[in-house]
């Protein structure tokens, strides 16, 4: 069996919002559209996607927020609907998935041999978050391949920024080795906005985008200045300053994702492919991906 | 009652669903099982229209949202202890006063909205309320959420408004809420005969908590909120917010008789029943310099003000 590997990392934010843009049959909300910026750099990264060969999605989501170590789904087949509890005006979608359970245990036994807190979750009436569905559907919207949903453990808030990196890195390269012994070729997707202080109001009309834009401009800085890191390929860099841009732009990677990408990848010196940047009820949200392939990584934007 | 209030008494109760799917486990939790069993019948002899809780594990983002589906339907699994079993719940909603909540949380400044859809996620902390509480839904329920935004003001309108619902339709309420003391949990899995609190620094708060809760000094615990979250709560939202809620929508003053039915833990963190009755008493002779609030206005726009 030939090693394993990462052929795609991606950065993949999941505001609902995008999939009642979309109006998939799935979704039972209806829209006008809107955030077309963010569906379609969607739209063009899941058609690279599509040029790609591979076995598995494992998503790392901070909807599925678990205090008692970091969980995996464990169950061949999920079916049920969604409701997302802060927008169920907009999400409420009825999904049919597969489970790589071979995959999720390999990386749950690595974890664990890690020293990593680490469960199985074999119950099948659990319901998937909706920040898993939402950046599978984006990405994937035919749901042809099977995904391994990875909890975001809250070292955030019950330690501190930096021991959720410390965590985040041992469970990436955990995570790595299984999949090098696995032999599987595995997209992984880090699924979270970047900064994410909300509008605690909604306009009657959601999607009117003369309605939509950055929390405050703080935000929109400290965006910037991170996404021109990932454009140069300064990774490390973006680690080292996780702590202080989590906490100035109480950004959604406290959940760990992007660390966790970042050090299952070898932390990449390359530049990111950039597919969008746009803010959704005052969030900001940036598609990205990293190609470790020389010859298929372009510049996207 | 007092006179001012609609609301029979007020129960504290923990979120985690131990009680619900394996009180023989430990004994604290048969305890606490035993004491949600007791406020069962309290509320079955009351004559209470419905039950209103405020449960801090609904968080919302878009002010605050008010359960209004009349039949509300589900099997729900928690994101933790999924491995106890799944919690299948067929709750009665009283959808008209859900509306007239909403309504008078907007008289009051707020931003809130009802939510009415088929397989909402109603949360934990709620379905193992209500589970244990009225199980075979013998009066509706009201649920609202605790917006993760939401500081002092906002807390104490949204109880305020509650109790403005209730005059205004002239029922009667038992209000739950649904929290633990300290929150902190063990970050392994535990033998649950070998759960305790998770430090003695958290046990000898929540045990100074449960005093000003016995002594129904409850206007004290809300003014002391800010306090508690420092000491031993996790840093998950902005404030400890349930003593704001409770006070503002029973009455903001210490008469009450307390009675503490059971404090255990659930996974290192506190949980306590506890009931909170409306009485002539009083306790205490504390002033407090934190302003009472009756109309939410708004954020203040610090961040766009002294930089032309």
New interface residues.
Partial sequence: MSKGEIVLGCLAPHPPHLVYAENPPQNEAFSEGGWETLRWGYAKLARKLKTIDYDAIVIFTPH??????T?FLGLPEFKS?S?D?????LF?YNYDLKVDVELAEAMHEETAKAGI?T?M???P???VDYGTITSCHLLNPSWDKPIVTI?S??NS??YSNEVMIEQAKALGEACMKAIEKSGKKVVLVSSHSLSHR?????APLPEDMSREHIY?HSQYVWDMKIIDMFRNGQMKEVVDIMPEYTEQTIAETEAGGLIWMMAAMGVPSYPAEIYGYQSV?GTGNCIACWDPNNETRELVL | MSEDSQILFGLYVPPHPQPLLSPDANAGYANLRAAFETCRKRIEESDADLIIVYSTTWPSVVGHQIQALKESIWTHVDDDFHYLGSMPYNFQIDSEFSHEYCSAAEKRGLHARTVEYEGFPIDTGSVVALSLLNPDNRIPACIVSSNMYANRSETIVLGKAANDALVSQGKKAVVVVVSSLSNRMFTEHIDPSEDRIHSSKDNEWNEKILEFFADGRLEDLSQLSREIHGQIRVQKVVAYKPAWWLAASMGQHNNYDGEVLAYEALHGSGGAVIQLTPSSGSFGDKEFDEDDVEYYQGDRNVLNKGNH
């Fill in positions: 599925w927020q678990t205090y008692i170590g969980h609907k409701v509890p802060v927008f169920p005006n409420r807190i469960k979750m074999r119950n009436d659990f319901r909890s453990n809250r808030h019950y909300h509008f605690v109001t909604e405050n009820i």
